[in-house]
């Protein structure tokens, strides 16, 4: 079964500083998502990352990829206030399963 | 515009009814996905299918209900066997991961918040 497990599951930083949030996934995956989610919205998708070894940035947010150590980074660099949400990373089960495995997500709050 | 429209927002329920979430997508995308939200949680799969006519239980199936008899509708119901229902759904879709014409994305919709009163 697959399980995937973020951390911090809450983050409170100062504008201008770099963080990196941690997802770990226990079995093999040949895809992971990073989303954000705003409170009480719906999810936005942020990031596909298919291969080891994969890197995607967009503004302030960069994505990794590591599947032999099973291992996604998101890293912000030089947070804004605007970055303040719940991020989420998922993993896509294996077997015979369809859909994608959640972790809990990490708060994140940006303050000025 | 393309993507998909969950209705209603808010739903309330009374203990012992069943009630139904509607999703509809307009993407053209084969495979449909229900996922549950609890507080301060993730997401947790309900339900998915792949082609019309055809679907499979997630992980929380239980209490749960739907069907599939059109593309671009995917329907909810929550049974009153399910005994603590009050959560936030959302309803997802994409082409199949083994789809040649995958484009990766899952797409969401904008959520129903469901109440038990």
């Known amino acids: 079964e697959l399980k995937v497990e973020q951390n911090p599951l809450f983050l409170s930083m100062q504008e201008g500083k770099n963080y990196t949030i941690y997802c770990n996934y226990s079995?093999?995956?040949?895809?992971l998502y990073w989303y954000r989610q705003d409170p009480g919205k719906s999810l936005e998708s942020l990031f596909v990352?298919?291969?080891?070894?994969a890197v995607k940035q967009e503004g302030r947010l960069m994505a990794s990829l590591d599947t032999k150590a099973r291992l996604s980074t998101l890293h912000i660099t030089a947070a804004v206030h605007d970055l303040s949400a719940t991020y989420f990373c998922?993993?896509?089960?294996?077997?015979?399963?369809?859909?994608?495995?959640f972790g809990k997500g990490t708060h994140l709050i940006i303050q000025p | 515009d393309g993507g998909i429209t969950q209705s209603p927002k808010y739903l309330f329920r009374k203990e012992g009814q069943n009630v139904t979430l509607s999703c509809e997508q307009n993407l053209n995308h084969d495979a449909m996905y229900w996922y549950r939200q609890d507080p301060g949680q993730g997401l947790r799969l309900i339900y998915y299918s792949q082609i019309v006519n055809d679907f499979q239980k997630g992980d929380i199936a239980e209490g749960y209900s739907v069907s599939r008899e059109k593309k671009e509708s995917f329907p909810l119901t929550v049974t009153s066997a399910q005994k603590n229902p009050t959560a936030f759904y959302l309803c997802a879709s994409a082409q199949p991961r083994d789809s040649k014409t995958s484009g990766n994305t899952i797409y969401f919709g904008e959520g129903s918040w469901l109440t038990v009163v």
């Open positions: 079995t093999t995956s040949d895809r």
């Open positions: 998922a993993a896509y089960s294996g077997g015979g399963a369809d859909g994608l495995t």
């Open positions: 990352l298919l291969s080891n070894g």
